[in-house]
């Protein structure tokens, strides 16, 4: 069984640029990111993970109740669309672009979305050691970087030892979400996926039917416009031990 990739010995699946922040995204930080960002010790770069850093999910939301983590939430779309029609479940968005997550904390707080938490890391990291083991309901991977080049395929996130830390940070019996409009990339995703001992297929046939909850976006249609076919997957946390 491969063992559990150990990010930063591995490539990073983001370039990570910069960029002037509008008066609204800044406002976004020094206003609302008190409440809504969580305040992550860093490591070796500034997206990093300290590796003694705890989310303790009851402390930061206040309650118990499932956790979903959308892993790449960008502009934050999906995920406070699901935060603010689902108050009953705790959200986690992990993004590395602050103009997205100033997006993100925005549309938030107009939703009155207080469920939902930011973290600003690399994702791996966040599933590997940030989070307690089993603690997430479900994770979603919708629309990440293809890095349809050849040579930057090794950047792709989900790759092989990308379930294994995954798997670490989902709950027996939670799910693993994912969605890309490039075919090469879905069919990687499957092959791992379906190799992977942690998991098992949640859906029937080819592909997954579209998830109710993923919110159509302008990513999305973008990718439709530009004649991609949407590819769906869903799978299962098997049982530990």
Do not use: C
Request: hydrophobic share 40%.
């Amino acid at each position: 069984m491969p063992e559990p990739l150990t990010f930063r010995e591995e490539p990073v699946s983001f370039v990570r640029r910069s960029g002037r922040m509008s008066e609204a995204q800044e406002r976004a930080f020094e206003e609302l990111a008190p409440f809504y960002l969580f305040d992550v010790p860093r490591s070796v770069a500034f997206t990093s993970v300290h590796p003694d850093a705890r989310l303790e999910p009851a402390s930061v939301y206040g309650r118990t109740a499932p956790l979903i983590v959308e892993i790449g939430s960008g502009q934050g779309h999906a995920i406070v669309a699901a935060a603010s029609t689902r108050p009953e479940v705790d959200f986690l968005a992990v993004e590395v672009f602050r103009a997205g997550l100033a997006r993100t904390m925005l549309d938030a707080d107009k939703a009155g979305a207080r469920n939902l938490r930011l973290v600003e890391a690399n994702a791996p990291e966040v599933l590997s050691t940030l989070l307690p083991e089993g603690s997430a309901s479900e994770v979603w991977i919708f629309f990440p970087d293809p890095w349809h080049k050849k040579r930057h395929t090794k950047r792709r996130l989900v790759r092989l030892g990308f379930p294994q830390t995954a798997a670490r940070a989902i709950r027996d019996g939670g799910l693993l979400r994912l969605a890309t409009d490039w075919e090469d990339y879905a069919l990687q995703m499957r092959e791992v996926l379906d190799e992977a001992p942690e998991f098992e297929r949640a859906f029937d046939g080819e592909w997954a039917d579209r998830f109710e909850g993923r919110v159509m976006t302008a990513f999305e249609r973008k990718g439709i416009a530009k004649g991609r076919d949407i590819r769906d997957l869903a799978y299962r946390r098997v049982a530990r031990g």
